[in-house]
């Protein structure tokens, strides 16, 4: 089992761009959480998917989406990418009934020029 | 407002020495507590919980509802434990997010 795996794990994009980072649970889970970390902070919840919905979402803007697959893979898009997006982008994955113990992946780290 | 404070940003300690990194909360609900950890080149991984109430690798964490704590301790700090560690809430009752304090990064010198 590979664990949770992410998508590309390093990306530039430029202000006003449009980004996709894609994730892979741990075998056996079926919720999905996304996870923005900026430089010198921990991490902060951007929103959760179970059951192909968005089940809690954190204080992001919509520019934040998301998407869960029937195979429980994830998508996090960003529209009209601000500098401030930079940081990366962990997905964590568990299981419906254990959301406190996560699984996270080795992130994506975005930079935005 | 939720929130989950770990007010050092380092600490550095000899092996052999006992640890305690700090944690606070401000959360009115039931919370649960986590400690999670990253190793260098490694992910961020689950360390312990308070409701499990276990030792791992030596360190427990006791929660303190009167305080609002929740510090991770250990009575004889390995090299092998020179990580980065953050403390992490979650609402019991309702809530799917865990929220992450700062972390503290530990540095356990030879």
């Known amino acids: 089992d590979a664990g949770v795996t992410q998508s590309p794990t390093h990306l530039i994009k430029t202000r006003g761009q449009q980004v996709t980072l894609r994730c892979s649970p741990k075998?056996?889970?079926?919720?999905v959480s996304w996870y923005q970390q900026a430089l010198g902070q921990g991490p902060q919840f951007i929103f959760q998917y179970y059951e192909e919905e968005e089940r809690q979402r954190g204080n992001f803007p919509d520019r934040f989406s998301g998407h869960q697959f029937p195979n429980y893979s994830s998508e996090l898009n960003v529209n009209a990418l601000l500098l401030g997006d930079s940081a990366l982008y962990l997905c964590a994955s568990s299981f419906s009934r254990n959301t406190g113990e996560l699984f996270f992946g080795e992130g994506s780290r975005l930079t935005v020029l | 407002a939720q929130r989950v404070t770990q007010p050092e940003k380092l600490l550095s300690v000899f092996k052999g020495a006992p640890v305690e990194l700090k944690c606070n909360y401000s959360?009115?609900?039931?919370?649960?507590l986590f400690w999670y950890v990253q190793y260098s080149r490694q992910r961020l991984q689950l360390l312990l919980r308070?409701?499990s109430r276990e030792s791992i690798k030596g360190f427990t964490a006791d929660l303190n509802k009167g305080e609002t704590s929740f510090h991770l301790k250990k009575p004889f700090a390995q090299e092998e434990d020179s990580a980065m560690y953050y403390c992490?809430?979650?609402?019991?009752?309702?809530?799917?997010?865990?929220?992450f304090g700062s972390g503290t990064r530990l540095l356990v010198r030879p």
């Open positions: 992490a809430l979650s609402d019991m009752d309702s809530s799917y997010k865990l929220i």
């Open positions: 308070h409701i």
């Open positions: 959360y009115s609900g039931s919370p649960e």
């Open positions: 075998s056996g889970h079926d919720t």
